[in-house]
């Protein structure tokens, strides 16, 4: 059976550093424990993380069993009407529906850019707004000023995705404790190469945080999970060097592309999203991919992105050898 080369999912594609693995390893056999349930040592490690700048306490972070949970108690909580740009991550939308709640896409496509601008009206009358930064899958950084507009701007609350953060550097996190209704989400699963044992955080006002206490499950995070964090954590240096490799290769792959002919959005994650420039190409340029033992994720169809994206795919960044693969494939 041929091997496949998955860049759909934009998982990071490298495996933690061998120090990470190591410590890891000595956590397996203490898997009969429970996790701590108030996951203090996890929440401090964190809080360390963010420096001293934004001077964050245990009480300011709620950890979830992934990304994906931290939306859905979000959802939860504040949801009811909710305000969703497009395209965009498509998980806001579904944890709507999951709660039999209204979901209200607002198309930031213009002129083949996202553009982030929402309506004053939609705005007020929105219970949850949700900003991706960086965007997936289009990958365009927002403007710290228009965050902090949509925020002034807002009736209800503001969550900013910043799952692909350590790539740019780039956060409203430090608005938290002046903005009661900011509340920014993280991921382990991008960035740390843990996406298998799910690990996801808020940061909020402690009283933003404790509304989502109330409803998370106990236990919601698993001991290795939990540990995983801890570990990855204190390896921040080590993780660095990944990162800026990932965004080396992403850059040079883009340009390559560019070089075909086709478009490429911005490179500020873990992926490249591709504007093939019309339907037809896209999806020739999918299937031959496909074919060739490539499997990336199209904007089109029943896994689509919140919007229309029909003459896109996006790729997964993966080391060199693998990004040159897909360009000889795209080449020939």
Known sequence: MREILDLGVADLKFSPPATVLRELRRELSKINLYPSGDYLELKKAYCDYLGPELTMQPENLVFGNG???????????????????????????R???????????????????????????????????????????????????????????SEGMVAVDECYF??????????????ENLIVLRSFSKNFGIAGLRLGVAISRPENIEKIEKIRQPFNVNRLAEKAGVI?????????????????????????????????????????????????????????LEKNGIKTYPGWGEEDFEGNLSRHIRFAIGDEEKMKLVISVLKS
């Open 67 to 93: 990304l994906d949970e931290v939306i859905d108690l979000v959802t939860r909580v504040w949801g009811g009407v909710n305000l969703i740009p497009a395209p965009t991550f498509n998980q806001y939308s």
């Open 95 to 153: 944890a709507a529906m999951r709660s039999n709640q209204r979901a209200v896409s607002v198309n930031m496509l213009r002129h083949g850019r996202y553009e982030l601008n929402f309506d004053s009206k939609d705005l007020r009358r929105a219970t949850l707004v949700w900003v991706c930064n960086p965007n997936n899958p289009t990958g365009d950084l927002i403007p710290r000023r228009k965050i902090e507009s949509i925020i002034e701007s």
């Open 166 to 179: 350590e790539y740019t550097r780039e956060t409203v996190a430090d608005l938290v404790k002046e903005c």
């Open 232 to 288: 990855v954590l204190r390896h921040k240096g080590e993780y660095e060097k990944i990162w800026q490799k990932v965004l080396k290769i992403g850059k040079e792959f883009a340009a390559e592309v560019e070089r075909m002919g086709f478009r490429t959005f911005p490179v500020n994650a873990n992926f490249v999203l591709v504007d093939f420039l019309s339907e037809n190409k896209a999806r020739e340029i999918f299937l031959k």
